[in-house]
Structures are given as structure tokens and as C-alpha cells.
């Protein structure tokens, strides 16, 4: 369960959130709509304990998110964004390296696993050897979505994740998600993909946020 209870936050001199409260329960969805600049990216910088906000406190699981819990409840989300930067070298020395991190000493990398979620996301098990330099926008996307997938957190922040995407893709991917029944979803996208799900939207506005 994620929570914000009279959340205000300011950034860069300027008010994003005012009285900021929503609720989104476990396996629960969230779409964030908004124009380029709203503060959508921001709100789930603030989930994820980078922006602490000004008044009011963001709950996880019950916990209100602070400095002394921030790393451990993080690790129950996955963060994916338009802009990841995941490095160079090859693809599976990427997934290699993520699974070496400390957070995630305690997940085994399977390889037949990542081999099926290449496939799942019509990418292929040749994806492997290929340099991640030499990979277009939307691969690129697909391989961040899968790397987090095989690390099967409870709660997933998705940040205009289709935007390199065409049609096609971008439908299997909303499909996918939307079948992890077990996963909490909170969405910022401007997709229509997304839209079409009907899931319950928050709209943040120049000027605070509405639902």
C-alpha cells in the first residue's frame, strides 16, 4: 500500500503539491496525467524517498518513509523511467552487474529467465550479446522493464515507459503489467494505452494537483 497524506512540495521555487493525499492499496493501480513540467516524474522521485517532502509524510506498507527506513523500503519498489541510463558493455554483463548489487545479493540470476522475458518482449535471445550502445530507445526501454521484472518487487513506478514504443509494443507491455494482478502499479504516462485501461488517475496541474 502507498499512501500521501497532505503532501506539499516545493521545487525550484515553485509549489508542485499543496494538500497532496491519495491512496493506492496493494495491487492496486495509479495513473499520473499531466502536462510536460507538471511535477509527474517528481511524485515518484518523492515515493521513492529522493524528495522528502515539505509538510505531510508519504506512507509504505504501513511505514511513513524517512531516513532511517528509506533503503529498506525501497527495496520493495522498482523504479523505471524514460531516461534510464543503464551503462555500456554488453546486455546480459548488465544484468549480471544488477544482480551484484547489494540490495539484490539475495536474488539468483537465472538465465533461461531473462531468456523468456527477452522473448516475452520480442527482443530475443540473441539481445544477449548485443553492446547496450547499440541498442535503439525502445530496446533499451524493454531491457530496463525486464531487469526490474527479474527482480520482482512489490510495487512499480513507471515513468512514460512506452514513450519509444509503436503501437504494437506498447499495447503488450500495458497488457503484461496489467496482469501482474499481485504488483502495485502507479503509471506516469501520456500514452492512450494507458488511458484506455481505465485505471483510477490523479491529473497534476501547474498550479497543485487534482483527482
Known amino acids: ?10 521545487f525550484a521555487d515553485r509549489q508542485l503539491f499543496n494538500g497532496l493525499s491519495l491512496e493506492v492499496p496493494a495491487g492496486g493501480r495509479l495513473l499520473i496525467s499531466g502536462e510536460s513540467g507538471s511535477g509527474k516524474t517528481t511524485l515518484l522521485r518523492m515515493l521513492l524517498g529522493f524528495l522528502p517532502p515539505d509538510k505531510g509524510q508519504v506512507i509504505v506498507d504501513g511505514e511513513r518513509l524517512q531516513v532511517d527506513n528509506v ?34 545479493r539475495g536474488i ?23 553492446d ?3 541498442l535503439s530507445g525502445g ?3 524493454r531491457v530496463a522493464i525486464i531487469m526490474t521484472l527479474l527482480l520482482d518487487r512489490q510495487i512499480y513506478l513507471l515513468d512514460e515507459v512506452t514513450s519509444a514504443l509503436d503501437r504494437p509494443l506498447k499495447e503488450m507491455i500495458v497488457n503484461y ?15 492512450r494505452v494507458w488511458h484506455d ?11 497543485g494537483s487534482s483527482t
Open 1 to 10: 500500500m502507498i499512501r500521501l497524506d497532505n503532501v506539499t512540495l516545493s
Open 71 to 104: 533503503w529498506r523500503l525501497r527495496r520493495k519498489m522498482a523504479y523505471v523511467s524514460q531516461e534510464m541510463q543503464i551503462g555500456n558493455g554488453r546486455v546480459e554483463s548488465f544484468f549480471k552487474e544488477v544482480f551484484r548489487f547489494k540490495n539484490n
Open 108 to 130: 539468483a540470476y537465472q538465465r533461461d529467465q531473462v531468456i523468456a522475458l527477452l522473448d516475452d518482449f520480442q527482443l530475443g535471445s540473441s539481445t544477449m550479446e548485443k
Open 132 to 134: 547496450l550502445e547499440d
Open 139 to 141: 530496446e533499451l526501454q
Open 177 to 191: 503489467f496489467t496482469n501482474l494482478e499481485d504488483k502495485t502499479l502507479i503509471i506516469s504516462s501520456h500514452d
Open 197 to 207: 485501461q481505465g485505471f483510477p488517475t490523479i491529473h497534476i496541474g501547474k498550479n
